[in-house]
Each structure stands twice: as C-alpha cells, then as structure tokens.
C-alpha cells in the first residue's frame, strides 16, 4: 500500500498552537505537507490560489481569529463552488455548543477541542493522521 500524502491548511493565528502542531505531526512521524494561514481570509486565498494543492487536501480550523474567523471561514467556504467539498476538521478550544453546532451546520468532518498537555496533543494528532489517512478524499 502506497503512503498518502496529505495537504494540510492549518488555520490559525497563535503561534504557539502552529508549533504545537507542527510538533505533534514531527512526533508521529506524520509527513504531510503543512501550510499556515493566519487567519480565514488568508486560507481562502492560499486555497483559491493554488498554494496548497487541490489533491488530498484537509483544513484544520480555529474558530477563534482576526479578520475572518472560523464560522465566517466556513460560510465562504461551502458557499464556493471550487471549494465546497474541502473536508475541515475544527481545532480549536472553544467548548461552546453554539460554535459545535454552528460548525456541523457548515458540514465540517470533525470537531476536536485542543487539548492542554502536550503529550495528549501528540496523541489527538496521530489519531487524526491515522483517520485521515485511510479517508478517501474528494
């Protein structure tokens, strides 16, 4: 079985979490490629553009950013034609049921709460590297 290469678009603008990411997916021996937008409008753009590859192809999302944020991001999103099917998975640590719930309504594939320690980081990424690996992308 051939190993699938993912293209990451994480979206978000603390830097201290894009580390953590970064981290957790150098942990887990994860080799996607990853690319950083600060905020929705930028990831629109960086999709729209062709910075990150249409083929396989997932969205990693915070809710919580300047400018554009999450639910504003997704709302664009699904309503672009070129875009509409993109899978998003919220990251993020809002614990909100409205932003939960407002989230599904835009179709995201997941919603995860980042977690506090580091190591349960780690772990929640390997589990959507796993996940994401065995998916058949659009």
Do not use: C
Not at 34 to 56: F, I, K
Not at 84 to 110: E, K
Request: hydrophobic residues 45%.
């Amino acid at each position: 079985m051939s190993v699938k290469m993912l293209n990451i678009l994480l979206v978000d603008d603390d830097s201290v979490d894009v580390m953590n990411v970064q981290r957790a997916f150098k942990k887990n021996n994860a080799h996607n490629a990853l690319y950083v937008a600060r905020d929705g409008r930028q990831a629109l753009e960086m999709l729209r553009d062709g910075t990150v590859p249409m083929n396989n192809r997932l969205v990693l999302l915070d809710l919580n950013m300047p400018r554009m944020n999450g639910i504003e991001f997704l709302r664009a999103l699904r309503s672009d034609p070129e875009l509409s099917t993109t899978p998003v998975v919220v990251l993020t640590t809002s614990n909100d049921d409205r932003d939960r719930v407002q989230s599904y309504a835009h179709h995201v594939a997941g919603y995860l709460v980042k977690p506090v320690t580091s190591p349960a980081f780690v772990e929640l990424m390997a589990a959507l590297n796993a996940y994401w690996m065995r998916v058949e992308l659009p």
